[in-house]
């Protein structure tokens, strides 16, 4: 332990109270990477929108080649805030149509509420949601950038779209340890409805199935506790799935009718395993 280092207690304070958004938008333009989404150039500071309105930043990552629009808002998030940051998200879209673009949401507080509304729209359009806190020590005030969202999945056909074959270590050195037991349970959960689980490891997900063809194909994911899983089902069996995955509260997108996209959280798989065993077990009926 090193003695270099003393405590200091600090004060957490509301930025409305004490400042402007200028003042927080020009010490996001002094250092970027406070926001913690890598290496950012400001393409256009109050960028103005044909929709009459003004876009606090649009970004851009040459490396990933994504833009980032973004709105920052002092205080509480709220419906505007959410909409605004949606409208810029798709003008801008449509704008530069050849670049990846994610919309960004920059506030003080994220009440439970608007996350749960936020978490719902990530479902189907790439957003992060971004808290930032002040805290003052002595006369000088910090400022802590956390990413409270961002678990949209870039919608991939999982049935063509496997790439090389790589094996178990792949995936252990790309993806979170947590993320890989989450991965595992819900393997063991399917071998134990079928024994004969044919497993592959391949580049872009892992690939479970039977003799004649995959059903399940799952990625685990850099974050914690967060494991992305597409499951195919038969279409007859849609609709009843749908009622089970809105009974445990866990949001889901629909593909190709037949297809469930999930980002599974480890607590709410701990909390439903029965029911989700029972939902992979209806799609391996179909298909095995």
Same mark, same amino acid.
């Given at each position: =332990?090193?003695?270099?280092?003393?405590?200091?207690?600090?004060?957490?304070?509301?930025?409305?109270?004490?400042?402007?958004?200028?003042?927080?938008?020009?010490?996001?333009?002094?250092?970027?990477?406070?926001?913690?989404?890598?290496?950012?150039?400001?393409?256009?500071?109050e960028r103005k929108q044909s929709s009459g309105g003004r876009i606090d930043f649009l970004f851009y990552n040459s490396d990933s080649n994504t833009m980032y629009e973004t709105e920052i808002q002092l205080g509480a998030t709220d419906e505007s805030h959410i909409i605004r940051t949606i409208e810029y998200w798709d003008i801008e879209t449509r704008r530069f149509p050849s670049k990846s673009h994610r919309a960004v949401i920059v506030a003080e507080e994220i009440t439970n509420r608007f996350f749960n509304v936020i978490s719902i729209i990530s479902q189907s359009l790439p957003i992060i949601a971004i808290q930032v806190s002040a805290i003052k020590v002595n006369n000088e005030v910090l400022l802590h950038f956390t990413k409270v969202l961002d678990l949209y999945e870039e919608p991939e056909d999982e049935e063509t779209l496997g790439g090389e074959e790589v094996g178990r270590p792949y995936w252990e050195k790309l993806a979170h340890s947590k993320s890989i037991a989450l991965m595992d349970e819900l393997i063991k959960n399917t071998q134990v409805i079928y024994p004969d689980l044919r497993i592959t490891y391949n580049k872009h997900h892992v690939a479970l199935g039977t003799t004649v063809r995959n059903f399940i194909w799952l990625r685990p994911r850099k974050t914690a506790n967060n494991c992305h899983i597409?499951?195919?089902? &038969?279409?007859?069996?849609?609709?009843?799935?749908?009622?089970?995955?809105?009974? =445990?509260?866990?949001?889901?997108?629909?593909?190709?009718?037949?297809?469930?996209?999930?980002? =599974?959280?480890?607590?709410?798989?701990?909390? #439903?395993?029965?029911?989700? #065993?029972?939902?992979? &077990?209806?799609?391996?009926?179909?298909f095995s």
């Amino acid at each position: =332990m090193s003695n270099d280092l003393k405590y200091i207690k600090g004060e957490k304070i509301s930025l409305k109270k004490h400042f402007n958004e200028k003042w927080l938008q020009d010490r996001i333009e002094e250092d970027t990477s406070i926001l913690g989404l890598g290496e950012l150039d400001i393409h256009t500071r109050e960028r103005k929108q044909s929709s009459g309105g003004r876009i606090d930043f649009l970004f851009y990552n040459s490396d990933s080649n994504t833009m980032y629009e973004t709105e920052i808002q002092l205080g509480a998030t709220d419906e505007s805030h959410i909409i605004r940051t949606i409208e810029y998200w798709d003008i801008e879209t449509r704008r530069f149509p050849s670049k990846s673009h994610r919309a960004v949401i920059v506030a003080e507080e994220i009440t439970n509420r608007f996350f749960n509304v936020i978490s719902i729209i990530s479902q189907s359009l790439p957003i992060i949601a971004i808290q930032v806190s002040a805290i003052k020590v002595n006369n000088e005030v910090l400022l802590h950038f956390t990413k409270v969202l961002d678990l949209y999945e870039e919608p991939e056909d999982e049935e063509t779209l496997g790439g090389e074959e790589v094996g178990r270590p792949y995936w252990e050195k790309l993806a979170h340890s947590k993320s890989i037991a989450l991965m595992d349970e819900l393997i063991k959960n399917t071998q134990v409805i079928y024994p004969d689980l044919r497993i592959t490891y391949n580049k872009h997900h892992v690939a479970l199935g039977t003799t004649v063809r995959n059903f399940i194909w799952l990625r685990p994911r850099k974050t914690a506790n967060n494991c992305h899983i597409e499951l195919k089902v &038969n279409i007859n069996d849609v609709e009843d799935i749908k009622a089970k995955f809105d009974e =445990m509260g866990i949001s889901y997108n629909l593909r190709k009718e037949d297809i469930f996209a999930v980002s =599974m959280q480890t607590d709410k798989f701990k909390k #439903n395993d029965e029911k989700i #065993n029972q939902i992979i &077990n209806q799609s391996l009926q179909s298909f095995s």
